[in-house]
């Protein structure tokens, strides 16, 4: 589904992603039509998650609206607990590495270096 499509299951959509976060949405829960609004909701949700913000719910983009509350939290104690043996300092050299995003950071004098 994307922008400007219209479908029942964008009414299933506009509620999931209300109950996620409930202050960014403001258009009607029934509308069966893919509009601007739902657009950015959807890229928002694409971006929280490390996903291709493209604003199109795709299947990577499906998978992870249908990720429970219970394996949701599951996830986030997991991270709390590796977040918990990490050394509090760094150090003004280290690198930091995010696996999901395909992303490293290295960090020198407690600011990210910019490669070019």
């Known amino acids: ?18 109950a996620e976060s409930p202050q960014e949405h403001a258009t009607s829960l029934e509308s069966g039509f893919f509009d601007a609004g739902l657009d950015e909701a959807v890229r ?24 429970s509350v219970e394996e949701r939290i599951s996830q986030i104690e997991i991270n709390m607990e590796r977040w918990r043996w990490l050394p ?19 960090v020198e004098d407690n600011r990210p270096v910019i490669w070019v």
Do not use: C, P, W
Request: aromatic share 4%; charged share 30%; net charge positive.
């Open 1 to 18: 589904m994307q922008r400007g499509d219209q479908d029942v299951r964008v009414s299933s959509l506009r509620k999931r992603l209300l």
């Open 44 to 67: 928002r949700f694409q971006k929280r998650y490390g996903l291709d913000v493209d604003g199109v719910v795709g299947a990577n983009t499906l998978a992870d609206l249908n990720v």
């Open 88 to 106: 509090q300092d760094l150090g003004v050299r280290h690198i930091l590495v995010n696996m999901a995003n395909f992303e490293l950071d290295v």
